[in-house]
């Protein structure tokens, strides 16, 4: 096997039978999982902040880092492993966005980040087919290249599948 794990600002796809793409705890960051069932091709991008002007050299540096970069790269990737070009066939969920700033919610970066994917999604003529957002727990996600099966797992609260 030779799983994919994804620290913020990463993003990967693979094709590999028997692994999967997985990130950790994600908080106010989102996960965009996108899953094409025909080819079996897996890909995954953990987003921290919603827009990369509010640091193009972090952009430059990281792109992955940024919801209006790192999900056409996703895509991008997606694309040059085989999938269409229009997004047919992709299985798209979304997964984290939370506030973990007990009692302090001023910048709400996981709704920022939230809505920020969802833009980009819809500008690439796609939208998530599953979401777990918000709320304020951190997220663990698994995407899984033979089925497409995506778990999410959390500190006491267990492990569930969307």
Request: glycine fraction near 14%; aromatic fraction near 6%; include cysteine.
């Amino acid at each position: 096997m030779s799983d994919i794990i994804l620290g913020i600002g990463d993003y990967g796809a693979s094709k590999t039978p028997g692994s999967m793409v997985k990130t950790y705890a994600l908080g106010s960051c989102v996960a965009v999982t996108m899953y094409d069932p025909g080819l079996r091709v897996a890909g995954m991008v953990h987003v921290a902040l919603p827009e990369s002007k509010l640091n193009p050299a972090k952009g430059a540096d990281c792109p992955g880092y940024f919801a209006d970069l790192g999900v056409p790269l996703l895509f991008e990737e997606m694309v040059r492993m085989g999938c269409q070009r229009k997004g047919r066939g992709l299985i798209v969920k979304m997964l984290g966005g939370a506030s973990v700033m007990a009692g302090n919610d001023t910048f709400n970066i996981g709704k920022r980040n939230v809505l920020a994917v969802k833009k980009v999604l819809w500008s690439l003529g796609m939208g998530p087919t599953a979401e777990d957002v918000g709320a304020n727990h951190s997220r663990t996600v698994s995407l899984y290249v033979d089925t497409g099966l995506v778990t999410v797992s959390c500190p006491g609260r267990g492990q569930w599948q969307i």
